[in-house]
């Protein structure tokens, strides 16, 4: 298990699985990761204040 930080109050956790690896989902996982710490860099600069989870959820989705 890896915990990344997208913000001071958001993590994200990746769980190591050996077939992932080959069907290119970690690859997947660390865009996602990237994805999120630009939104909630935005979003911050924008509003003055942490992006809130289910924002933050619903942008990543509708990005997918």
Known sequence: ????SINPQIGAVKINFTFLDFNGLTP???SLIVRGREESVQYEKFFGINIPGAVLAERLASKA
């Open 1 to 4: 298990k890896r915990i990344y």
């Open 28 to 30: 997947d996982g660390r």
